[in-house]
């Protein structure tokens, strides 16, 4: 299946690269997505391993995940949505099975945490959880970081910020047992992070000075 997924890389990356928006900010560019789809393929791997996936269907569902994250037509038609009727085209295209198709469709199509549906296959749901976990960890406190320097946060603006996404992060919900502990390792590791930060913090509040 090596050529399969590289002529399906190949058509993903080409398919960015048209629909891509940079005057809508750095997501929105092909390079951005690309290398957003690469870090969730190396999480797959670990969990689809670990957790007995289809290996194939896996791959494949990943590279295709966010091919119509940039299309215009996202705006109105969910990207998964959206993106999984690329898919259907681009694999009957390609001529692959029939079966193997519907069971990457289907992943593409509910990989968003907004979309679910009962019965779901492990493939889907380990693509779910690969997909959040690119939020969860080192690079989530990088991307705070950035948030805040593009709209001229202070350190505590930015602290006060990363708060929030750590309390909506506790209500994360993943489907994988491996996925769960990758979870819970990287959200330590924020944790750690901006409790340093709160510490650190605490030199702007001195007495007698805090009134100021």
């Known amino acids: 299946m090596e050529q399969e997924f590289v002529a399906a890389a190949r058509f993903v990356k080409e398919y960015l690269e048209k629909t891509e928006r940079p005057e809508m900010g750095k997501r929105s560019t092909a390079g951005f997505r690309w290398r957003h789809m690469l870090r969730v393929l190396n999480n797959a791997r670990i969990i689809g391993k ?12 990943v590279l295709l995940h ?14 998964a949505v959206l993106g999984s009727e690329v898919a259907e085209r681009y694999l009957r295209q390609a001529g692959l099975p029939s079966d193997y ?14 979309t679910y ?13 690969s997909d959040r976990l690119d939020e969860v960890g080192a690079l989530g406190v990088i991307w705070v970081g950035i948030h805040a320097g593009r709209i001229g946060m202070d350190y505590r603006g930015c602290f006060g910020r990363a708060a929030r996404d750590l309390h ?8 994988t047992e491996t996925g769960r502990e990758m979870f819970t390792k990287r959200l330590k ?7 340093q930060v709160e510490e650190e913090l605490t030199g702007e509040s001195l007495e007698p000075y805090s009134d100021f």
């Open 66 to 79: 966010d091919v119509a994250k940039l299309d215009p037509r996202s705006e109105t038609t969910h990207h």
């Open 50 to 61: 670990a957790e007995g996936a289809d290996m194939d269907v896996l791959e494949m569902a």
């Open 168 to 175: 909506s992060l506790q209500e994360l919900h993943l489907y």
């Open 117 to 129: 549906k009962d019965d779901l296959s492990l493939e889907t749901l380990v693509l779910k959880d």
């Open 189 to 195: 590791i924020m944790n750690e992070f901006w409790l």
């Open 101 to 114: 198709s519907h069971k990457v469709v289907e992943a593409v199509r509910y990989h968003a945490y907004d």
